[in-house]
């Protein structure tokens, strides 16, 4: 990978160790989106100058959001649902079978 020709940022989920650092010899700060920083060889980027950071729990309430969204497009197959109705097979086969109710449950019902 050739070094950029300025800083840049990067998002990453990936290990960051020594050997990735060194192509990216103009990387000057690491922004986690994630709690931990387990992930990133802290003491090269401190060796490099580069300064490290992570959100915290900036963005807790917000992937709890997701995760339930996610859940309910799952167990009411939307993803699907929307599948079959823009192929146009409601037409042959008619409607299509929503998944489970999410209504009145818990998390511990789903298992």
Known sequence: ?????????????????????????????????????EHIDLAECKR?????TNAGEAFS????????????????KIPAADRYVRSEKWVKFGEFQLGIKVCSRNLNSFQ
């Open 1 to 37: 990978m050739p070094p950029p020709s300025e800083p840049s940022s990067h998002i990453a989920m990936l290990k960051l160790d020594a050997d990735l650092l060194s192509h990216l010899p103009s990387l000057q700060l690491l922004v986690c989106t994630s709690v931990g920083t």
């Open 48 to 52: 490099r100058g580069i300064a490290v």
């Open 61 to 76: 309430e917000d992937v709890a959001d997701c995760a339930v969204g996610l859940l309910i497009s799952v167990l009411r």
